[in-house]
């Protein structure tokens, strides 16, 4: 009795990480398209010189994190197809070579962007040439809008950050818990988790059989 509850005790991880894995990729996916989005919004005028169009793409942070956010959904899309197919050798194999490399990766990926977009500050300011004036995007009306956008790309990169990180949490307390099962070579529960232990960790840890 007490075998089946510890056996039973581990069946919330599995959906719990495949479920912030696809919020982690959605988040991701929206940061990178909001962000991208971001051009074309912000029409500044120097005191009477022509009009200039402030983008994303006028600071390096925001290019970075669409670049960074969109490798990163595309990295955690592999995750999660390696998470819910497990048949077949070489997918196994794939699954223990890289799981480990994206449960750093694609944290990492989403960490720094969200940081260096963080970093860039939260009154954006752009240099004007050739004058070099430092000029408040954000002080303007419109490029309010312009801010309010990359505000919202900042936060749902860091959010599409935290959620990786729990489904990498919720992977590596499976991993940990072992197999879950009491040892019976016969159990299919046990050979279940068993299979779920490797597709998520596959490396690094040790499955009870």
């Known amino acids: 009795m007490g075998e089946e509850k510890k056996s039973g005790g581990g069946k919330w991880q599995h959906p719990f990480s495949l479920f912030f894995r696809i919020v982690g990729m959605a988040l991701a996916v929206a940061a990178a398209a909001f962000m991208a989005t971001a051009s074309q919004c912000t029409v ?3 005191y009477g010189a022509r009009l200039h169009t402030v983008t994303y793409s ?3 942070p925001f290019v970075y994190l669409v670049a960074a956010a969109a490798i990163a959904a595309s990295l ?3 995750a999660i197809f390696l998470s819910v197919c497990k048949k077949g050798k070489w ?3 794939a699954t ?3 799981m480990p490399l994206l449960g750093v990766l694609v944290p990492a990926l989403l960490y720094t962007a969200a940081g260096a977009a963080f970093a860039a500050g939260w009154d954006i300011y752009y240099y004007w040439q050739p004058s070099g004036r430092r000029v408040s995007v954000c002080a ?3 490029g309010s809008r312009f801010c309010a956008q990359v505000h919202v790309a900042m936060w749902l990169a860091l959010g599409a950050a935290v959620a990786v990180s729990l489904a990498e949490w ?3 307390r499976r991993c940990h818990r072992g197999g879950g099962g009491g040892g019976h070579a016969g159990s299919g529960s046990d050979s279940d988790s068993d299979s779920d232990c490797e597709s998520v960790c ?3 840890c040790h499955c009870k059989h």
């Open 202 to 204: 596959g490396h690094g």
């Open 76 to 78: 955690e899309a592999v």
């Open 58 to 60: 006028d600071f390096p």
């Open 170 to 172: 919720a992977a590596s």
């Open 91 to 93: 997918q196994k194999k």
């Open 96 to 98: 223990r070579v890289l």
């Open 140 to 142: 303007s009306s419109v």
């Open 44 to 46: 500044y005028a120097d």
